[in-house]
Every structure is written in structure tokens, then in C-alpha cells.
């Protein structure tokens, strides 16, 4: 399985860009990345979803290098809203548990 | 749009209790999966269902039986409560297991005493 490795927590302020990293050495040639936060007393929400170079939506924007061992996750001036558990997904086309499997996550603590 | 429901949001329940947890779905997706949150911790995978009529073990499976009832539902049952099994209990959905998009309920909230 591909392990995804990110840092436990996060500090940043208010209006500040945010860039979570994500370690998948083992990604396989299927495998897609995908992002999700959760509020505190919520079920995960669904970010954003990338295969290589960069993915954009209104939210987040996703880089994945040429290798595609790492992605980064920006968060464009956050908010105190942004507070929440960021996870990084690794999974394939042809392993739809796989594609699920959560780690631990990266907590984000935005200060005003 | 209700998107994913769970019943009930909280539960307390004595050691060697059981009750099955409701997941219901109206996005006519074909995958659904069970995870259990402890505190601090991140979801870990219960069972899950890659269409209707399947079911298959996910990292946590033991203590846990599921029901794909038809595509909107997806069961969780304990049949013996323990302590250990106090978490807060997670149902998602997608709209196949290929699609790593997936919509989570608000979660239920069981505590085992």
C-alpha cells in the first residue's frame, strides 16, 4: 500500500498561504492523490484531486511533481475558518479501499 | 439535498449491548464505507461496499458485521458492544469504488460503557 507521510500540525495567521506536504514515496503508476478536511465534529470534505503537475479549484490548488513522490497542498490566504485536519489520499483506479485509507493528518491552527 | 444520513447521532450503550447503526444515501451511489474515528486520531476503515450485493473487510473489521441493504443503505452492526469500540463512527459514499471523491454523513457518536 502506499503510506503517505505529512506533518502533525500546522501553525499559520490569517491571511497567510498555507502549502501542507505530503510524502507517498510508493505511489503506484494508478494512483491518484486527493486531499480532504474535517471540521472538528464533521465527516471529511473532499478538497481537491490530482494525477501530476497542478490541479486549481476555488478552494485549493494541488502541485504534484514530475516524480510524483510528494504533492503540496496551498491554501491561498487563510482564515480562521481553515482551522481543520488536512488528509492526503494515495489510491488507485483498481483499489477502491486503498483509495480511502486515511493517516493521521495534518492539523492546521490558523491564529487571527 | 440530504446527501448522506446517519442514525442515530449519539448513542450510549452497556458492554455487550448491540445495535446496528442507519447510513442512507440519496446521491445513487454504487460504493459506501463504514470508519471509525477515535479521539485525536484519523479514520480508520471499517468495512465497505463496492456496489450493491458486495461487501468486504476494511483495517478494523472485527466486532463489526454490515448490511448493504439495497444501493441507498448501508448498515453497521455491533453485536456485542466492548469499550474499545467507543468512537465516533463515520459513513461515506461515492459514486463507484474507483472514485476517490467520496460525501461523509455527520458521523454517530457511541459510547460504550
Known amino acids: 500500500l502506499a503510506k503517505t507521510t505529512q506533518p502533525i500540525s500546522m501553525d499559520s495567521y490569517e491571511g497567510q498561504e498555507v502549502n501542507i506536504t505530503c510524502s507517498h514515496n510508493?505511489?503506484?503508476?494508478?494512483?491518484?492523490i486527493t486531499w480532504y478536511q474535517q471540521f472538528p465534529s464533521q465527516g471529511p470534505r473532499f478538497i481537491i484531486q490530482?494525477?501530476?503537475t497542478k490541479v486549481t479549484n476555488e478552494v485549493a490548488s494541488l502541485f504534484i511533481p514530475a516524480d510524483r513522490k510528494s504533492s503540496t497542498l496551498s491554501l491561498p490566504r487563510v482564515s480562521l475558518s481553515d482551522t481543520a485536519v488536512y488528509y492526503c489520499l494515495v489510491g488507485g483506479v483498481d483499489t477502491g479501499r486503498r483509495a480511502l485509507t486515511f493517516g493521521s493528518g495534518t492539523r492546521l491552527q490558523v491564529q487571527p | 439535498n440530504a446527501g448522506v444520513t446517519q442514525t442515530p447521532k449519539f448513542q450510549v450503550l452497556k458492554t455487550g449491548q448491540s445495535m446496528t447503526l442507519q447510513c442512507a444515501q440519496d446521491m445513487n451511489h454504487n460504493s459506501m464505507y463504514w470508519y471509525r474515528q477515535d479521539p485525536g486520531m484519523g479514520l480508520r476503515l471499517i468495512y465497505y461496499s463496492a456496489s450493491e450485493g458486495t461487501t468486504d473487510k476494511g483495517e478494523v473489521p472485527n466486532g463489526y458485521n454490515v448490511s448493504r441493504l439495497n444501493k441507498r443503505e448501508f448498515s453497521l452492526r455491533l453485536e456485542s458492544a466492548a469499550p474499545s469500540q467507543t468512537s465516533v463512527y463515520f459513513c461515506a459514499s461515492s459514486s463507484s469504488a474507483v472514485n476517490t471523491e467520496a460525501f461523509f454523513g455527520q458521523g454517530t457518536r457511541l459510547t460504550v460503557v
Open positions: 510508493n505511489i503506484a503508476t494508478n494512483d491518484y
Open positions: 490530482g494525477y501530476k
